[in-house]
């Protein structure tokens, strides 16, 4: 039959009909595919790209959905979508209504896990293995761990855990795009872990086993150590081996002929309760496609792109987004003060801090994907008298939750932390949305915290946590700045003072980050119609400028919060406690997200339409809470 064989696939089950002949094919189609679909929409390419076989041949090899697949992180998973039913809709993938760009339960049943943060698979994976085992099910459950999960603390935790369980009905799949192993190396191990996890060699094991059994004296140990000096000399696996795990590799991950009878060895491995078993198999990063092999990270998350080429869109002049700004003026204070230091948790390029890299490499940290490591890490800097300043997107931030506490806030310690991708954050969905950092925040011991209304203002801010003898974090958004001029002397900004921008009489709004610009353009268009808004620019959520905020409210009668965040226990929460302890009792409204998982979409500013946070539902907000005082 003639034309794709992607067309003929519906589901795995489908695609177990094949042969093994077809189903290289279907790698293969996959992999063009996938480029020509995010040379369209863009998405994530590089890591897609990296784990075409590993995924289909888990497919093909395992009775999914009935054998559970919990994937770490969702970007290297395309091709796993693409097998189960939502090829067609990779047109609008990442848009309102449609398919997201990780992994959820909701969208598939081939979605066992949720996946939007690393390290979490294999915990997952051994739930479900313990879970299937309850209830005297069977069928496995996988763990396909990547792309820098093995980084995460939590991973080595789980793996403890299942070696000391001794879970049989687990497998771990670690797909290695970083490791560089010669080919004659790669070649013997991969050829000696076919044949080593073969149902022969498993016997003949088994047989020599018993039969030194029989023998007197350290036999038996003797033999065990040499099986082991073997193991070491011929694969990295000792470290598995030792957490209780059978390690198989490391293999060629895009070799899917030795991909799919790996896993058929390890499947009957399994059937035989001889798990947990890691397989550790080499790949590359963009794998089949030149351009995103030679530059994985540009091509991690790429725009659209011409498929020949793989040349980008060239991008329109603009403003310089709050990363890059946020890494040129941290520069300029660690070169005033070089007890400033930065840390990231494997997102220097994400959050610009490769530019302090290249600028200071001694005063770098790139801790892997590892937040509470860095935070503990960072506090343990502050301890000895440095001034460290952690980058970490406000999504992962909640990961180290505890050690913010225990760590920092409680012991009052000189931490900066820079929370990236505040507030919504489009495409990325509800995994990734920054909306709770002020309330997981603004509760803590000591800490100050903040939220510049635009690119220079980040610049003083930055200066002001920096500078503050203790715990400060600043929130700024992803993307362009709005394009203001940068100050050419960066200045603290006295702790928890306000901004007046404009006075008025009828309403006061008190607007904090990047809802100020909206709040002034709402006041002016309430101005046309003779209502006269007072706005103030927050800058600090914590300590409030209580004193300011009371006085306007008292003077204009009524209130408007407005910020990016979740309105639980958020800011416009702040501003309420303010005015209750005031004892000043004025209509308030506060506009938020509302409690409600935030979902992909393209657009940030549909986002916030959608929710008022714009400068049209702020005016709307302001009407309808003065209509009622006003005569008729």
């Known amino acids: ?97 449609s398919i997201a760009k990780f992994l959820r339960r909701s969208e598939s049943p081939y979605d066992a896990f949720g996946a939007g943060h690393a390290g979490t698979s294999i915990s997952a994976a051994l739930g479900m293995a313990q879970a299937m085992q309850h209830q005297d099910r069977d069928g496995f459950a996988i763990a396909f761990i990547g792309d820098g999960g093995m980084t995460a603390g939590m991973a080595f935790e789980a793996l403890n855990h299942a070696g000391d369980l001794k879970q049989r009905n687990l497998l ?56 082991e000096s073997l193991k070491v000399f011929f694969s990295p696996g000792l470290l598995f081996e030792a957490l209780g795990f059978k390690y198989v590799g490391p293999i060629q991950g895009h070799r899917i002929d030795v991909v799919m009878e790996t896993f058929e060895n390890v499947r009957q491995m399994l059937i035989n309760g001889d798990g947990p078993v890691l397989v550790h ?111 970490i997107y406000s999504t992962f931030l909640q990961r180290a939750y505890d050690q913010v506490v225990h760590d920092v806030c409680v012991q009052n310690l000189d931490v900066t932390l820079a929370l990236d991708r505040a507030g919504l954050v489009g495409a990325d969905g509800a995994t990734h949305q920054g909306l709770y950092d002020f309330a997981y925040l603004r509760t803590l011991p000591h800490v100050i915290l903040m939220a510049p209304k635009d690119e220079n203002e980040l610049q003083h801010l930055l200066r002001t946590a920096v500078e503050y003898p203790g715990p400060a974090a600043v929130r700024y958004p992803r993307g362009a700045g709005l394009g203001v001029p940068l100050d050419p002397e960066i200045k603290a900004i006295p702790v928890g003072a306000s901004e007046l921008l404009r006075d008025g009489d009828d309403a006061l709004v008190v607007a904090v980050g990047t809802l100020v610009h909206p709040a002034l353009e709402a006041a002016s268009q309430l101005a046309a119609d003779g209502v006269s808004v007072a706005v103030v620019n927050a800058r600090f959520v914590k300590p409030l400028d209580a004193e300011r905020i009371v006085a306007l409210a008292r003077r204009c009668g009524a209130v408007v919060t407005a910020e990016e965040h979740s309105g639980m226990g958020g800011f416009g929460t702040a501003v309420l406690e303010a005015l209750a302890e005031a004892g000043c009792a004025v209509p308030t409204r506060c506009l938020a997200i509302p409690d409600q998982l935030v979902e992909h979409d393209t657009d940030v500013d549909a986002q916030k339409a959608r929710f008022g946070l714009d400068a049209a539902g702020i005016a709307r907000a302001v009407e309808a809470l003065i209509r009622p005082r006003q005569p008729r």
């Not at 998405?43 to 897609?48: D, P, T, Y």
């Not at 088994?206 to 040499?226: I, R, T, V, Y």
């Open 172 to 227: 771990v799949v670690l797909n290695d795009n970083e490791m560089s192993i010669s080919p004659n190396v790669g070649a013997m191990s991969s050829y000696l872990s076919r044949k080593l996890s073969g149902p022969m060699v498993r016997r003949m094991k088994g047989w020599a086993k018993e039969f030194l059994d029989s023998m007197p004296g350290d036999m038996l140990h003797w033999a065990q150590k040499a099986e």
């Open 1 to 97: 039959m003639s034309g794709k064989l992607l067309d003929r696939i519906g589901s795995p089950e489908d695609l177990r009909s094949l042969s093994r002949e077809e189903v290289v094919r279907v790698a293969e189609e996959l992999r063009t595919e996938i480029v020509e679909r995010v040379s369209q929409t863009g998405g994530h390419l590089a890591s897609s790209l990296g784990a075409v076989e590993l995924i289909t041949a888990l497919h093909y090899v395992f009775r999914t959905p009935h054998d559970r697949i919990a994937f770490d992180v969702g970007h290297q998973a395309y091709a796993h979508k693409m097998l189960t039913g939502r090829r067609k809709a990779f047109a609008t993938i990442g848009q309102d209504g």
């Open 281 to 391: 198999a080499l790949t590359a990063k963009g794998y089949g496609y030149e351009p995103a092999e030679r530059d994985p990270v540009v091509y991690h998350g790429p725009g659209p792109f011409e498929v020949e080429s793989g040349k980008m869109a060239a991008k329109k002049p603009g403003p310089p987004p709050y990363q890059k700004v946020f890494a040129q003026t941290l520069i300029r204070l660690a070169e005033e003060d070089e007890r400033i230091c930065g840390i990231t948790a494997a997102m220097a390029d994400g959050t610009s801090l490769s530019m302090f890299q290249r600028r200071f490499p001694a005063r770098f940290y790139d801790v892997g994907i590892a937040e509470q490591h860095a935070v503990t890490f960072a506090a343990g800097l502050a301890a000895e008298g440095m001034k460290p300043v952690a980058a």
